[in-house]
């Protein structure tokens, strides 16, 4: 079984700031918007080297998406950072109708998404932003899995032409992926060949869903790993293709069941391949305060919840 | 160049397209749109440095935005005798199919519009954004945008507002509908504005004041005042005051037309007070 080695762990907001610094030296049309939160978005080196093109707009999120939509009138690329929970929930009707109705060219860099932000409690903890982001026509969803990830992603979404949301976390994690990698948006990476099971995960279940394939190639079970970066457009056929061959799925993700990856899933093998299908995600509820590991065992997010749900899901198939 | 008498002229022309646009598919608003008849006028064949052809981005030329959406039918008529699109094209507003929604959208690719409005309050935010474009692009064109004053209400006008102010974004003139109606009623009873010139002088903008807003040369004037005003480090805001409804004797003065569209005896009266002036669509 292919194994992954952790390089040491780093926080996915720092692959956005260290791609986007990238980005200020190599794309000038690259323009930066900050809501108060310069050094949690690690944006410091862009406003650094790149004044003239970093707009630092206060606590007031619908006046950036708006500012963002208007900026690519001229040609500019602005990429937006602040909070998941304020970069969707908060500013939704002026994505829909600047951004994503208008197919402006604006990318939406949401970090501290999920549990993951921990001790701040459910105020910030949104679990939906990927269901809020992947019902706009037109919105490409990303969610990202390591610092490598991030960074690619960051520098890619800049050459893809129309909005995007890009969602990663605050905890420092696992960097397993190459540092060299070129970020393909809409293709999913099958990480772990196997013949048992499917394991499909996104963000910062996909380290998880490589320690429970560990585990559960001990125990016999032979899973498949599949890192799904791009929620909107699905790989549809990556998908299918892995679960003709195993029969069922497990998806794993730091969001709500209701509107994240498991459900874009289910409905690909619902139209094409229906299969037995668990989901690893939380469960219609809110968070709380608390360390990130402690939050990610207590809701079922981890490489044990993911572990019996394939365990589940094997018995479940005929 | 136009003269008054043309500009004048191509306003009534203007009025009957909002009338017979709404009448057709009895509904859109046309107090609104009446009301801002002449700055549309003015603004699109006297005020903006633009260029004859469309494209997006808009580099070398002056951009306009409309955040009040709703007053789609005097925007669309006044773009489509810009030569924008085809007159004909009116004929469209609101049915099945049409590149004329019921509020202006980028979706269906109308030349001339650069972003949907509609949802209010978002306007004055985009037109900061594409006038902080222009700085960057070192294009010394104006961004200008109107805005109700019902709109006022929505809160990311006031992020909007701080911002523009806070970062001296003097390229930029945003113009309020000061008409003193919304849906339902006047702004005094729905929620009052107090003094908009006091609120934007507070924020730090430079504010000119149109009495006349339903006058041609007012306009031109005030205009002309505010153009002057750019570039000297703070966003210029133009209070235009209008009577929605206005050139149609029952509507004026008065909200019941915000949103309602006249039966075929109330289009009838209206034309007849609006004589044919450059030809009907």
């Known amino acids: 079984m292919k194994t992954y080695t952790n390089t040491g762990n780093k926080d996915t907001r720092s692959g956005f700031g260290a791609g986007l610094t990238q980005l200020g030296q190599t794309n000038e049309k690259v323009v930066a918007l900050c809501a108060d939160l310069i050094g949690s978005l690690k944006m410091d080196d862009f406003k650094k080297n790149h004044p003239e093109r970093f707009f630092q707009v206060g606590i007031a999120e619908a006046n950036m998406i708006g500012m963002a939509a208007g900026l690519t009138i001229g040609g500019k690329i602005p990429f937006t950072g602040t909070f998941a929970n304020f970069s969707t929930g908060r500013v939704y009707d002026q994505i829909r109708q600047s951004v994503a109705y208008s197919d402006k ?74 540092e060299d990698q070129t970020f393909e948006i809409g293709k999913a990476l099958q990480l772990i060949e196997g013949t048992d099971v499917t394991i499909i995960a996104t963000g910062h279940l996909v380290w998880e869903a490589l320690e429970a394939a560990k585990a559960l190639h001990e125990q016999g079970i ?20 892995s679960v003709e061959k195993t029969g069922c799925v497990v998806t794993a993700e730091e969001h709500n069941y209701m509107g994240g990856l498991g459900e874009s899933v289910a409905r690909v ?47 479940r198939k005929k | 160049m136009s003269n008054t008498q043309q500009l004048e002229d191509l306003t009534t022309q203007v009025r009957r397209d909002i009338l017979r646009m709404v ?20 603004l699109y064949n006297e005020i903006l440095d633009r260029k004859d052809t469309f494209d997006m981005d808009g580099i070398g030329e002056d951009l306009f935005f409309l955040s009040n959406g709703h007053i789609s039918p005097v925007f669309y008529s006044v773009l489509a005798r810009a030569g924008y699109f085809p007159v004909e094209e009116l004929n469209t507003f609101r049915l ?10 980028t979706h269906e690719g109308l030349p001339g519009i650069r972003v949907a409005s509609g949802s209010l309050g978002q306007g004055m935010s985009v037109a900061i954004g594409a006038a902080q474009a222009k700085k960057l692009n070192n294009d010394n064109h104006l961004i200008y945008s109107l805005h109700g004053d019902g709109e006022l209400q929505e809160g990311q006008n006031w992020e909007a507002i701080m911002y523009a102010a806070g970062n001296k974004v003097d390229n930029l003139i945003s113009t309020i509908d000061l ?17 908009v010139k006091d609120k934007f002088l507070a924020f730090g903008w430079t504010v000119v004041e149109i009495e006349q807003g339903n006058n041609i040369e007012a306009i031109l004037k005030g205009m002309a005042d505010a153009k002057s005003k750019t570039g000297q480090g703070k966003p210029v805001c133009v209070l235009l005051k209008t009577v929605m409804g206005n050139g149609v004797d029952f509507m004026m003065h008065t909200h019941a037309w915000h949103g309602k569209a006249p039966n075929d005896d109330q289009l009838a009266i209206g034309l007849e007070q609006n004589a044919e002036t450059l030809g009907d669509y």
Do not use: W
Request: one cysteine or more; proline letters at 6%; a negative charge.
């Open chain 1, 269 to 315: 093998l619902a139209l094409n391949h229906p299969a037995p299908q668990e989901f690893v995600a939380t469960q219609d509820t809110f968070g709380e305060s608390g360390t990130p590991a402690q939050l990610m065992e207590k809701y079922g997010l981890n490489s044990a919840s993911i572990i019996k749900a394939a365990q589940k899901v094997v018995g």
């Open chain 2, 23 to 42: 009448h057709k598919v009895n509904s859109g608003h046309p107090g609104g749109s009446l009301g801002c008849a002449e700055f549309f006028v003015a």
């Open chain 2, 96 to 105: 099945i199919d049409s590149r004329l929604q019921g509020h202006p959208t």
């Open chain 2, 179 to 195: 008409n003193g109606q919304q849906i339902d009623g006047s702004t005094d009873t729905v929620l009052p504005l107090g003094s």
């Open chain 1, 222 to 241: 032979s899973a498949e790993v599949i890192d799904i970066h791009t929620i909107k457009p699905l790989d549809d056929a990556a998908i299918l293709k």
């Open chain 1, 105 to 178: 060219n604006v990318k939406i860099c949401a970090s501290h998404a999920g549990l993951t932000l921990g001790e701040d409690g459910a105020t910030h903890q949104i679990l939906e932003d990927i269901g809020l982001m992947k019902m706009l026509p037109g919105m490409t969803v990303i969610n990202t899995c390591d610092y490598n990830q991030t960074k690619a992603a960051t520098i890619a979404i800049a050459d893809h032409k129309g909005p995007v949301y890009l969602r990663f976390g605050r905890p420092s994690v696992p960097n397993f992926t190459p």
